[in-house]
């Protein structure tokens, strides 16, 4: 909007819940099967996730914008033990419908990029014209990360007032899904408060735990309260709306964010480590993703093992010990975040904007799959290879 493009903002639920939105945008509620109508007189349509199949299944005339950010097929394998294999069924038949139909896709991270690639290059989305035409690909396929506000973070509120009786050091961990790893925070608790009897772990409650499992929240609140920790040294606190999500995390003298090793992981962006680096809240994190490669090349935090308790309460420790590294670890997060301006990170969506465009070599998707042809000589030579290895 900013870039003088007119936005319209369709929800599923009632446009006066909608929070944040900027007061030149025009928000309007999805009607049943509408979707495709409803886009009549746009230029070009930005979709993401479940909601996006109604326009793709009503309509294929206006280029369509893929959102890729949240890779929720691979979010969602972490609850099939409580949800089924029907939410994988559905998370699937949904890439392959909009990868298959977007003209343009857009990610967060480079490590995501070379993901959706593979997925892109099986439904035959990458295919010779394209890459003849677009060599590297950013036309199909580009990044577009979470940005940070223009400005200055907001002042922090006084610890007393959301956090009264903390005495110690306060260590923000937030929401917790189960692909991350509370538990081992609480693992190296106990050494934590030996050195620092008054310390804070603080987690945020899910604001929708009736339709998100919580295994790992209700083990985590489980053990804080086995062990007498709840309400002192582990809080868990209530979500805020996004406008108020940097109240907690301001507070902190650290963050501690941790998970579980596996292809989660490895695709994460960890959206609230950005915001993080933002207000300068020095980071200890696991190892992998893309924030991981972040903290180390910037000096913004520390890098543990996944799942090593002890190196983490040493981690923890020596951040605390030592405000000067905290503050370098501080100035650090800020530099980075300062070239995340949303309108720093959103250009390839913004130069989409100017000249919205439709992939022409899409119908190389359509193609029927095919039993490969393998030349006669190439089967000989390679059955004759063959043959001298097994006689070795």
């Known amino acids: 909007e900013r870039a003088g493009h007119r936005v319209t903002l369709a929800l599923p639920n009632d446009p006066e819940d909608a929070r944040g939105v900027p007061e030149n945008a025009a928000v309007v509620q999805i009607e049943p099967f509408g979707l495709g109508a409803q886009a009549e007189g746009h230029d070009w349509v930005l979709l993401h996730a479940h909601l996006g199949n109604h326009y793709l299944l009503q309509r294929d ?33 949904t890439w392959r419908l909009q990868l298959a139909k977007g003209d343009f896709f857009l990610c967060s991270s480079e490590e995501q990029r070379a993901y959706y690639l593979g997925w892109l290059t099986a439904l035959g989305r990458v295919n010779p014209p394209i890459v003849e035409a677009d060599p590297d690909l950013r036309r199909l396929i580009d990044v577009l990360p979470f940005g940070v506000p223009d400005g200055d973070p907001p002042p922090p509120p006084p610890r007393e007032e959301l956090l009264p009786g903390c005495e110690g050091p306060v260590l923000y961990f937030g929401g917790i899904y189960d692909w991350y ?42 053990t804080a309260r086995q062990r007498g920790w709840l309400g002192t040294a582990v809080r868990f606190e209530h979500w805020r709306p996004g406008a108020e999500r940097f109240v907690l995390p301001q507070l902190a003298d650290l963050a501690v964010v941790t998970h579980r090793p596996g292809l989660e992981a490895l695709l ?81 969506l913004l130069r989409f904007a100017e000249a919205p465009w439709r992939d022409p070599y899409r119908t190389a998707a359509e193609v029927e799959l095919e039993e490969p042809q393998i030349d006669d000589s190439i089967a000989q030579r390679l059955m004759r290879r063959l043959g001298r290895w097994r006689r070795r």
Request: aromatic residues 6%.
């Open 61 to 93: 005339d206006l280029p369509v914008v893929v959102d890729l950010y949240d890779p929720f097929l691979v979010d969602n394998l972490s609850y099939w033990r409580d949800l089924g294999l029907e939410p994988y069924r559905n998370d699937h038949a």
């Open 181 to 222: 790893d509370p538990e081992i925070v609480l693992e190296a608790l106990p050494a934590i408060l030996e050195v620092h009897p008054g310390a804070t772990v603080v987690f945020v409650h899910h604001p929708h735990p009736d339709i998100t499992p919580q295994s790992a929240a209700g083990r985590t609140h489980e």
């Open 268 to 348: 994460s962006l960890r959206t609230r480590l950005v915001d993080l680096l933002w207000l300068g809240v020095p980071v200890i994190a696991t190892e992998g993703g893309a924030m991981s490669r972040v903290l180390r090349e910037t000096g913004a935090g520390v890098l543990v093992p996944p799942g090593d308790a002890a190196r983490l309460a040493e981690a923890v420790l020596g951040l605390l010990a030592d405000p000067k590294r905290r503050g370098a670890a501080a100035r650090a997060g800020r530099t980075w975040a300062a070239g995340r301006r949303w309108e720093q990170v959103a250009e390839p």
